[in-house]
């Protein structure tokens, strides 16, 4: 296979979860897109098994390659994806993770219309029945119509639906891997993608289906580290010299608790609702958690 003809690099971190991994290439071999024009780098992040043998089954229908590393959290697992990368552009998706089959198609049509980009999909919870993972989601899918509500002057992506030109992904340094908890890579690339003067687009097109399962202690677990990650983003933000990062006005919060009751395809608003609260309760308590445990040290 010639690299010349490679437009994209997938690139997946992945640790511990080798049945979903299978499930993510599984779904990436139905891509409705040219096998010779992309390839997959599955980047472990240190399992005490590595997915040697799962990778090696899609060897006849992917061109795909795995590389291993110490355990460094998915921000390294993915620039160290990148830094194998041969594709024009990068797409990052997440092990727990299924691309739609036009996945690909919809992010090159917003690259044809413009290279400098960085784009983000939209990403649907294949979990319905379970009500803390259709929450979680919620709340994804409050803060993309907050942030990007202009689909051409989008401000936030989550990691696990997102495209970049390699080279400017490059230039801009990648994921940051020094200061920020895993929980706020992607807040903190995008914040520093429109910092450097680029932009960012919003495509409804290119979807993925994420399936994450939680109990109650898990979403509150996840929304209490996104607090401890709020810490280090705020931190990051004042060193490169930017405003302080304020709190929203309250109408972001109550919009936020009053949001499942606007959408039909919402089961159990009420309950939703309850849960969104919590998260941010966890979240606030994250936050101040580790502001205490860093002036501590």
Not at 74 to 103: H, I, M, Q, S, V
Not at 107 to 112: A, G
Not at 156 to 175: E, M, Q, T, Y
């Amino acid at each position: 296979m010639s690299l010349e003809n490679l437009t994209f690099t997938l690139i997946i971190p992945t640790y511990e979860r080798p049945a979903q991994l299978k499930k993510c290439l599984e779904s990436i071999t139905r891509l409705d897109y040219p096998k010779d024009r992309f390839e997959v780098i599955v980047v472990d992040d240190g399992s005490k098994n590595p997915p040697e043998q799962i990778v090696n089954s899609f060897s006849d229908s992917l061109n795909i390659m795995l590389y291993s590393q110490k355990n460094a959290g998915p921000a390294g697992a993915r620039n160290t994806g990148a830094e194998k990368a041969n594709g024009k552009f990068l797409a990052f998706t997440d092990d727990d993770c299924e691309p739609d089959e036009d996945w690909l198609n919809a992010f090159e049509k917003e690259f044809n219309r413009d290279t400098d980009i960085f784009l983000g999909g939209y990403t649907v919870n294949s979990l319905s029945d379970n009500i803390y993972s259709a929450a979680s989601q919620e709340l994804i899918n409050y803060l993309y119509s907050y942030y990007n509500a202009d689909r051409n002057n989008a401000t936030f992506f989550a990691s696990n639906n997102i495209a970049v030109r390699a080279d400017l992904f490059k230039k801009i340094g990648g994921f940051d891997v020094t200061t920020l908890r895993a929980t706020a890579e992607d807040r903190e690339i995008c914040d520093r993608w429109v910092y450097q003067g680029f932009k960012m687009t919003f495509t409804t097109d290119a979807v993925v289906y994420h399936s994450h399962a939680m109990t109650l202690k898990q979403f509150w677990r996840q929304h209490f580290n996104y607090g401890r990650g709020a810490y280090y983003f705020r931190k990051v933000r004042a060193i490169r010299g930017q405003e302080k990062v304020k709190l929203e006005p309250s109408s972001f919060y109550s919009d936020l608790i009053t949001y499942p009751f606007h959408r039909d395809e919402v089961k159990q608003k009420s309950f939703i609702s309850m849960l969104l609260i919590l998260s941010q309760a966890a979240n606030a308590l994250g936050f101040y958690y580790e502001r205490i445990l860093r002036s501590i040290n």
